[in-house]
């Protein structure tokens, strides 16, 4: 079982708050969305959940089983999808996908990689440079990204930017089969994205 619990999280950027004591509480199979106006916290909170930021004050515990994992235990159990999350755009897909795994200390096949890369939706575009994808396409590659390792903990800043429809399924079909094995938190102003949560919350108020 894991579980992520924030304890008086509080974020400033010199004088300015961005949000404060926030108490957040999952479990396996919990989703929550994070919605609220541009500027209100919601990327630099998911940041701050999967380590890529330091809170100002309070804490971020992520645990498994009766454990309280260290941000380099839980690496590997976190997956991210962000806007500006950056791909390399010279290398392909497939070379953006190994040497990722490769940085995290997994050792896959090309075929599994390229199994990754079908279920995104990006078959046979494996050998073409990130720099001639349209911006849904890397969209989807970052999915493929964050799913390399299948995160018990997936959190996602405007799942469905730049996404066509068919992308958009897919975005359903990822969230469903998240919310089966692991914790979601998703953050978004798209108020049709506010149905893939069953908590709810608004930063800014």
């Given at each position: ?130 720099f001639s994808f349209s911006s849904g396409m890397k969209q989807r590659l970052k ?63």
């Amino acid at each position: 079982m894991i579980s992520l619990q924030t304890k008086e999280l509080g974020k400033w950027f010199g004088t300015r708050k961005i949000f404060d004591r926030l108490d957040l509480y999952l479990e396996e199979k919990g989703s929550l969305v994070v919605t609220g106006k541009n500027g209100s916290g919601k990327t630099t909170l998911l940041k701050i959940l999967c380590g890529l930021l330091r809170p100002t004050k309070g804490e971020v515990l992520i645990n498994f089983g009766e454990r309280n994992l260290t941000r380099q235990e839980s690496r590997n159990l976190l997956g991210l999808v962000m806007p500006d999350l950056e791909l390399y755009g010279e290398l392909t897909a497939l070379e953006n996908l190994l040497f990722l795994s490769r940085i995290r200390g997994l050792n896959l096949s090309r075929g599994e990689l390229e199994m990754k890369i079908d279920q995104v939706g990006l078959a046979g575009r494996e050998d073409d440079p990130v720099f001639s994808f349209s911006s849904g396409m890397k969209q989807r590659l970052k999915y493929a990204l964050a799913l390399l390792f299948d995160p018990r903990v997936l959190l996602l800043d405007e799942p469905t930017a730049n996404l066509d429809e068919d992308g958009i399924l897919l975005v359903d079909r990822i969230v469903s089969q998240q919310k089966e094995r692991g914790i979601l938190i998703l953050a978004t102003n798209e108020k049709a994205d506010l149905k893939y949560g069953d908590r709810v919350i608004q930063l800014g108020n």
